[in-house]
């Protein structure tokens, strides 16, 4: 019900905005009516239509092989523990800030990673959002973690 009322209010202030258009046109009232209509229900939504299909052709071309670049190199900066068996972007990064083995600096940057896809939710839902968490996991399924974080030595570090 809140949606539809929203929907009227809009519809409600596009038809003041052509109405006064209309009052500026004295001699033809219908045409700058209509124009104006047009413009605001047809035009503003195919200029961002051609907005997101301009982002999503940059990002395959360019933007994706930087993303999932910085997103690796992060990770072994901070020496993130193994992938291995984390398939969503928010599972792994909760496993990095809550496991008792991951280093304190790796768990601050997986919560810094969090906060950031997290706020792309609510800035920019179907642009950047779903890019970074589909960089993200494509830098998940290419990292490798150092044999010092990945677990492989966990076994002969409690023989000595």
Known sequence: MRTFVIWLFYIFI???VACLATLLNDQQPSLPFLATLAIL???LPLVGLLSLLKFW???WL???TRMVRFYKAEMYKFKFPSTNGHFAWNQYLE???TDA???KEAAVKAGVFVGEI???RTTRPFTMFIAAQSSFEQAMSEYQAPPSTSGLFERARHVE
């Open 14 to 16: 596009d038809l003041v």
């Open 41 to 43: 229900w047809l035009g």
């Open 57 to 59: 052709l940059a990002y």
């Open 62 to 64: 360019f933007l994706r």
């Open 95 to 97: 496993y990095v800030m």
């Open 101 to 103: 083995s991951a280093k």
């Open 118 to 120: 997290e706020g792309f």
